[in-house]
């Protein structure tokens, strides 16, 4: 066996090294012409022994492997965008109220395991059943309930504050009363003691007022108007609903926009359900003509009290800024009234 010099020992190993860096810079074929180079260059002819000198048994006509493009496994899942607001045609009123919720993404989207509910209806009189569409539809208010209680309210209670006789007698007269106790909630009379003075930062023109607490420390606040019409307010809809929740209505006459809108700063509706099952056209608020009452069959469903509103508009052909507090409380960034540009979506239950 011939015996390698020290001198061609290292030229040997700076060659092994120069292909370990040369193959990955010029490719296999590349590096091997370089380290023959060299290996001439030393004063030798030395070559790299082949694949087949050193293990005869070792092919040389290997197939070259394809590599396959990474492939991900995973695949996102179309996610659907509930609608700003939900319509609900042609239907009893429960089924409407079902169909509108479900397709805001059910009332789970708003009442969690264990949370404190407080439903405001307007129940403003206690002379008028509810054919008279002064106050909210029964039924609408039941279906709350159910769907309130099924998606784990510790607890649901229903209330008002009415101008038109006592608590009790309207509850009963309207309806809600029996239809709330039917499904598992609780009407409840709202004690004036409970009307606490109350700041309201972002007021522009109503800085404070006495708002009942229960209210103010509910989880959440569905807000259930009829709609119906209005010597003042042109409209009731969902923001003016909220005059119930106040002691002193009075104070809200002066500039009388703004400061519903003030209102519904301070106490944020967390969905609206606007009742136009029953329309009161004319000789609002407490009506008592059925002639002035046109059956729509309608329920409208947001959690965008401006919004909301300003739907319930059109159905008295209305311009949603032709009501001030609508106006306002879109400039004050209550939500929205750019009906065009919403995601809104119509059910017809019928």
């Not at 056209?281 to 959690?303: C, F, Q, W, Y």
């Amino acid at each position: 066996m011939n015996k390698i010099s020290r001198r061609g020992f290292l030229r040997f190993l700076a060659a092994g090294l120069s292909f370990l860096g040369l193959s990955s810079l010029l490719g296999c074929k590349e590096g091997e012409k370089a380290i023959s180079k060299s290996f001439s260059e030393g004063g030798k002819s030395a070559k790299l022994p082949s694949a087949t000198a050193t293990n005869p048994s070792t092919p040389t006509d290997l197939p070259t492997a394809t590599v396959p493009e990474p492939t991900s496994t995973w695949t996102p899942k179309p996610t659907s965008v509930p609608p700003h607001i939900a319509v609900a045609r042609n239907g009893d009123p429960e089924t409407m109220v079902r169909k509108a919720l479900a397709a805001l993404g059910g009332m789970e989207r708003f009442v969690k395991q264990g949370d404190d509910v407080i439903i405001k209806p307007n129940i403003c009189v206690g002379y008028h059943t509810y054919e008279y569409a002064a106050t909210t539809n029964p039924w609408v208010v039941g279906a709350l309930v159910k769907l309130a209680l099924g998606a784990g309210a510790r607890r649901v209670r229903v209330m008002d504050y009415p101008f038109g006789g006592p608590a009790p007698q309207a509850y009963a007269k309207s309806g809600i009363q029996k239809q709330v106790r039917a499904a598992g909630g609780k009407m409840e009379v709202m004690s004036g003691f409970k009307f606490v003075k109350t700041n309201i930062e972002k007021g522009k023109s109503l800085k404070s007022c006495r708002i009942y607490d229960e209210v103010l420390k509910a989880d959440v606040l569905i807000n259930v108007p009829i709609a119906k019409h209005h010597g003042m307010a042109h409209l009731t809809l969902g923001m003016k609903n909220l005059m119930g929740v106040i002691y002193n209505r009075p104070q809200i006459h002066n500039n009388y926009g703004q400061r519903l809108a003030d209102l519904n700063s301070r106490v944020r509706s967390d969905l609206v359900v606007v009742d136009a099952v029953r329309m009161l056209l004319r000789n609002g608020p407490s009506g008592g003509n059925l002639g002035d009452v046109r059956k729509a069959d309608t329920v409208i469903a947001s959690p965008d009290v401006v919004a909301a509103d300003s739907y319930a508009a059109t159905l008295f052909n209305v311009e949603p800024n032709g009501l001030r507090y609508v106006r306002a409380g879109s400039e004050m960034g209550l939500g929205r009234s750019d009906l065009g540009n919403l995601k809104i979506e119509e059910i017809n239950v019928g």
